[in-house]
């Protein structure tokens, strides 16, 4: 439980020192590797579920982040004229687009994370040039970076499933 006030303590400390650097949750997330030496309030949290934590951790960091910045992009061109409007709203499309294009990739970490849920190679690899387009075409460098880890996700995904395939191949 002190690891998640540690969390909540850092988070807050980046907020006030830096104005919410996306960069932080980099060093903030891996406080959460010690949730899983508290088995009496976290029973479900064990060793093999370790990086559940940190990986939902930075990918809810980022998406909340991007959407917040989303909403204060859009609001502050509110009293624009109509011609604003529709950039307004293409530039919402776009980034709230790139934004859930770039989730797959979070999803299946998160899932193999806590389960080890597998996923087919081909349903990464089709994450992969997804989020690399929402790389490119996003104007958020919250969005960017939320792209770049979910490419970074699948890609850790795909090689520690072929590990376990591999190790799996050789015992048999």
Not at 92 to 106: I, Q, S, T
Request: glycine letters at 6%; one cysteine or more.
């Amino acid at each position: 439980l002190a690891a998640a006030l540690a969390f909540a303590i850092a988070l807050s400390l980046n907020d006030q020192l830096t104005g919410t650097s996306d960069a932080a949750i980099f060093a903030i997330a891996p406080l959460l590797l010690l949730l899983t030496q508290d088995p009496l309030v976290l029973w479900g949290l064990t060793d093999r579920r370790r990086y559940f934590p940190p990986a939902v951790a930075v990918s809810g960091y980022l998406a909340l982040s991007a959407a917040a910045q989303l909403v204060a992009g859009f609001r502050a061109g509110a009293d624009s004229l109509l011609d604003e409007h529709a950039r307004e709203a293409l530039y919402l499309l776009r980034n709230g687009g790139c934004l859930l294009v770039a989730a797959p990739g979070h999803v299946f970490f998160a899932r193999y994370a806590w389960n080890r849920a597998r996923v087919s190679g081909t349903m990464l690899w089709l994450a992969v040039p997804a989020a690399a387009a929402a790389l490119i075409l996003a104007d958020l460098q919250t969005t960017r970076v939320a792209a770049a880890v979910g490419i970074i996700m699948a890609v850790a995904q795909f090689v520690s499933m072929r590990r376990v395939s591999e190790v799996g191949r050789k015992l048999i």
